[in-house]
């Protein structure tokens, strides 16, 4: 089980779980050396996920930004969440994997309790958050920013649920190597420049090669089996 290193945020009540801010992750050993590909373009035309009308899929190399923006947004998140007993703010998705090409959105987990997770919802909303619903996503509510300064995404999510577990345990792998994080990198510049894509053939293209980076993971295989086609890592 890899470990990660916490900041604590002021405004903890007393009696309710930590509040932290998650960063980066130790090193630790893979769980198999399988080999991880990805597709063409070829793959994806063959596949008849491309639309005729054409889908901009913004890939950008990696920026130092991205960690000051997230630390600059969880601090407002912490503030706004003060009276909720929160288990951590994790930044997860591409732009929290140093030297990993991504789209330019921050995506961010507030992880809480299951009895808290109304009180997270409404204390974000009375602050200008948006409530979106789950998209089926089990155990995490999206939710869409007041601003794009920065763009980002923000979920309130079940500590422990298997879908929070996914995206800090991708994040996680590809901090620890850097061999996958350049592979899952070319993958997405190369789908996002395939004439036509959308969203939905973006995601589909990349899912063998998130399947395969997981295995690095300390999911389990019933685990990784559940997420499958569901994984929308950024």
Not at 64 to 80: C, I, M, S, Y
Not at 109 to 137: I, K, N, W
């Amino acid at each position: 089980m890899s470990t990660t290193d916490n900041r604590e945020v002021p405004g903890s009540s007393p009696g309710t779980a930590t509040k932290k801010i998650q960063h980066m992750t130790p090193g630790a050993q893979p769980a198999s050396g399988r080999r991880c590909t990805g597709v063409s373009y070829a793959d994806v035309f063959a596949a008849g996920l491309c639309n005729h009308a054409c889908v901009s899929i913004d890939v950008v190399p990696y920026s130092e930004d991205w960690p000051k923006q997230f630390a600059a947004v969880a601090n407002d998140l912490a503030r706004a969440l003060a009276e909720v007993p929160m288990v951590l703010i994790g930044h997860a998705g591409s732009t929290a994997v140093p030297g990993l090409a991504a789209k330019p959105i921050l995506d961010i987990d507030v992880a809480v309790r299951p009895s808290d997770v109304q009180a997270a919802l409404l204390a974000l909303t009375a602050c200008g958050y948006t409530h979106e619903g789950d998209f089926g996503m089990t155990d995490r509510e999206a939710l869409k920013a007041p601003d794009d300064q920065p763009r980002r995404h923000v979920y309130v999510c079940v500590e422990g649920s298997l879908h929070l577990r996914n995206h800090l345990a991708m994040r996680d792998v590809l901090r620890r190597r850097s061999d996958l994080r350049d592979r899952y990198g070319a993958v997405k510049f190369e789908l996002s420049r395939v004439p036509g894509i959308d969203m939905d053939a973006y995601l589909a293209g990349k899912s063998v090669v998130l399947q395969e980076i997981l295995e690095y993971s300390d999911l389990t295989e019933h685990e990784r089996a559940s997420i499958g086609g569901l994984n929308e890592w950024s």
